[in-house]
């Protein structure tokens, strides 16, 4: 076991600012330790005490941190788990509803962006966060408040709140092995980026309460959903937000897609969902809303007009794709394509019922050697054909 160099003085009392879960400040008793050298060395951060991590301090080891413990972080100070290759560490803080794990800014005026939080990288294993307040961080942009690549964890019933930026980043090949439960209050931006590949795994009963134009961002350098598989995206208080093209397909079965009734996906800039894109691999998307809970293809800009995003294109290994009670808007950036391309799929691969395609800037619909039932389809202000071959 390691033991931390801690400040003499308040070597029998530290008392501190503590940030609770009201934002009542409140003044607990315990010992105060400087964290400012790597750990290399297994530890437990015990209850009561405040931990007050200095720089970047990088972890090789793991650590278990006891409900009621409060980790400060000083001015751009992070904590980094494996940071280097071959090397291992893990990180359990599981609070209690009465003794969540407050991780804080050491300023004594905290404000969004003072320190650069949590850091997991590729030999980060099994950590765990659960009712634990992750405040005041973000300072590195890149990576918010929590930040993950080639790695897993669970987190459950956390508080994330005060975060300039984004909250939580999520990379290359990352995931949650759990994500439910979660609370985000005054995230500047995104509450969570991910790739499209991973964002099955945010679990039910988060509230994500996102400032205008942000939500689940689907970040864009991992657009290929090439692993074979079936996933779904889940509802959400917030939108997925797709600013460039995401590609549904793999070899064999490929990838079926499903996105749950009731979903909002919000595109922008180059935004475009395509199914079956390469040759010889298939894909599959089923978006199956329903008339009480549709599911809402739609623009992200700030001022709504037509043409904002491309929109939904199918290709010839697109077959059993299944669309109904779906509203397509603001589409149609790219005349060639419409708001909805079907390319070289033959007849009736793609079923779209009981659905609306409304304010595109080209055609609603475009087929190209492919043909389909569009007859439950309403059409609404569209500056092209309702449905016109290429």
Same mark, same amino acid.
């Given at each position: 076991? /390691?033991f931390?160099?801690?400040?003499?003085?308040?070597?029998?009392?530290?008392?501190?600012?503590?940030?609770?879960?009201?934002?009542?400040?409140e003044?607990? !008793?315990?010992?105060?330790?400087?964290?400012?050298?790597d750990i290399?060395?297994?530890?437990?951060?015990?209850?009561?005490?405040?931990?007050?991590?200095?720089?970047?301090?990088?972890?090789?080891?793991?650590?278990v941190?006891?409900?009621?413990?409060?980790?400060?972080?000083?001015?751009d100070?992070?904590?980094?788990?494996?940071?280097?290759?071959?090397t291992y560490?893990?990180?359990?803080?599981?609070?209690?509803p009465?003794?969540?794990?407050?991780?804080? +800014?050491?300023?004594?005026?905290?404000?969004?962006?003072?320190?650069?939080?949590?850091?997991?990288?590729k030999?980060?294993?099994?950590?765990?966060?659960?009712?634990?307040?992750?405040?005041?961080g973000?300072s590195?942009?890149?990576?918010?408040?929590?930040?993950?690549?080639?790695?897993?964890a669970?987190?459950?019933?956390?508080?994330?709140?005060?975060?300039?930026?984004?909250?939580?980043?999520? /990379?290359?090949?990352?995931?949650?092995?759990e994500?439910?439960?979660?609370?985000?209050?005054?995230?500047?931006?995104?509450?969570?980026? *991910?790739?499209?590949? @991973?964002?099955?795994?945010?679990?039910?009963?988060?509230?994500f309460?996102?400032?205008?134009?942000?939500?689940?961002?689907?970040?864009?350098a991992?657009?290929?959903?090439?692993?074979?598989?079936?996933?779904?995206?889940?509802?959400?208080?917030?939108?997925?937000? *797709?600013t460039?093209e995401?590609?549904?397909?793999?070899?064999?079965?490929g990838v079926?897609?499903?996105?749950?009734p009731?979903?909002?996906?919000?595109?922008?800039?180059?935004? /475009?969902?395509?199914?079956?894109?390469?040759?010889?691999?298939?894909?599959?998307?089923?978006?199956?809303?329903?008339?009480?809970?549709?599911i809402?293809?739609?623009?992200?800009?700030?001022? !709504?007009q037509?043409?904002?995003?491309?929109?939904?294109?199918?290709?010839?290994?697109? *077959?059993?794709s299944?669309?109904?009670?779906?509203?397509?808007?603001?589409?149609?950036?790219?005349?060639?394509?419409?708001?909805?391309?079907l390319?070289?799929?033959?007849?009736? @691969? !793609? @079923?779209?019922?009981?659905?609306?395609?409304?304010?595109?800037?080209?055609?609603?619909?475009?087929?190209?050697?492919?043909?389909?039932?569009y007859?439950? !389809?309403?059409?609404?202000?569209?500056?092209?054909?309702?449905? +016109?071959?290429?």
């Amino acid at each position: 076991m /390691k033991f931390f160099r801690f400040n003499t003085l308040l070597a029998l009392m530290a008392i501190t600012i503590f940030f609770g879960c009201d934002d009542k400040k409140e003044n607990p !008793v315990g010992l105060l330790f400087e964290i400012n050298e790597d750990i290399t060395e297994n530890t437990v951060w015990l209850s009561g005490n405040i931990y007050e991590v200095s720089g970047l301090v990088r972890v090789d080891a793991d650590i278990v941190i006891e409900p009621g413990t409060t980790i400060r972080f000083k001015k751009d100070a992070a904590l980094e788990l494996a940071y280097w290759d071959d090397t291992y560490a893990t990180l359990k803080a599981i609070g209690t509803p009465d003794k969540p794990i407050l991780f804080t +800014s050491a300023s004594a005026t905290p404000a969004p962006g003072d320190h650069g939080g949590i850091r997991l990288y590729k030999g980060a294993s099994d950590c765990e966060f659960s009712h634990c307040i992750f405040e005041y961080g973000g300072s590195d942009e890149f990576c918010g408040t929590v930040y993950m690549i080639e790695t897993e964890a669970r987190f459950s019933a956390n508080q994330f709140r005060h975060a300039e930026g984004n909250a939580i980043i999520l /990379k290359e090949n990352a995931e949650f092995t759990e994500f439910s439960g979660n609370e985000f209050t005054n995230i500047e931006m995104h509450p969570v980026t *991910i790739y499209p590949y @991973s964002a099955h795994t945010i679990g039910t009963g988060n509230i994500f309460s996102p400032n205008y134009r942000y939500g689940i961002y689907l970040d864009g350098a991992g657009y290929e959903m090439n692993k074979a598989g079936n996933y779904t995206w889940a509802a959400h208080d917030a939108p997925y937000v *797709i600013t460039d093209e995401i590609r549904v397909n793999a070899e064999g079965n490929g990838v079926s897609l499903t996105i749950e009734p009731g979903t909002t996906l919000k595109f922008s800039n180059n935004g /475009k969902l395509s199914v079956a894109y390469w040759e010889g691999q298939n894909g599959k998307l089923i978006a199956e809303g329903t008339a009480d809970s549709p599911i809402i293809f739609t623009s992200n800009e700030p001022t !709504v007009q037509k043409g904002d995003w491309d929109g939904l294109i199918f290709y010839d290994g697109c *077959i059993g794709s299944s669309l109904s009670h779906c509203q397509i808007n603001f589409a149609g950036r790219n005349d060639y394509h419409g708001a909805f391309l079907l390319y070289n799929a033959g007849n009736n @691969s !793609v @079923s779209l019922t009981h659905s609306r395609i409304a304010h595109s800037k080209s055609h609603a619909i475009r087929v190209y050697q492919s043909s389909m039932d569009y007859s439950t !389809v309403l059409f609404e202000d569209n500056d092209g054909d309702d449905y +016109s071959e290429l």
